[in-house]
């Protein structure tokens, strides 16, 4: 999802996509890249799995069957990048008079983005159910009509505007994703990565090291 700059409401954004705008980018909202197959390097048959990091410390070869490893995305940025690339930063910012926490660099000419987790996914892991349940389809709709679309929500709305719409352990996941404060499995070498909002805590100095290189 690409925002231009100009009008932040929801009509504004369709605007936008219609090109009706200035065509310069404000920022943009993505995904969470480590969720991608080969966003890490590894060998999925020997169970291994390399972040840049044990790349430098632990090299190319599988330890488990002597072969060359499955080479990720992300190293395969690192090899590319150029050091001031490093300087790319997890970081508040305004978007008009809102804050948002996106990522950015000063040294890069580039517009900043925000990764996000969709609202249904939120919901159906702070409630335990499906994603398609009608559980989770009857608070989404509740939710968006309520505060007006989805990004409002996930962007922008307080915690306290939240509390009034949608369920207190919603609210609590929506904040999570806005702080970065999740769990995160990176795929590799064909396997989905995983992105979980309450679980383990291990994964949270791996997303730290991958805010530098996307």
Known sequence: MTVFEGDFSYKGLQNALKGSLEDKILYTVEFFPEEGKYHFTGHRKCQVRYSSADMQRKGR???????????????????????????????????????????????????????????????????????QSKTVQSEYEKIVHAMGTEFQLLLF??????????????????????????FIDPGYDGIFGVVKIWGEDESVSQMQEQISLF
Request: charged content about 30%.
């Open 61 to 131: 070869v599988c330890p488990v069957c002597g072969r060359v490893l499955t080479v990720g995305v992300v190293q395969r940025v690192t090899d590319l990048a150029e050091k001031y690339e490093r300087k790319i930063e997890l970081t508040d910012w305004l978007l008009g008079d809102q804050k948002v926490k996106g990522i950015k660099s000063e040294v890069i000419k580039r517009p900043p983005y925000v990764m996000m987790v969709p609202l249904q996914e939120i919901i159906s892991e702070a409630l335990s159910v499906g994603v």
């Open 157 to 182: 709305a307080s915690p306290e505007e939240l509390k009034k719409v949608a369920n207190e352990k919603v609210v609590e996941g929506i904040m999570r994703v806005r702080d970065r404060n999740l």
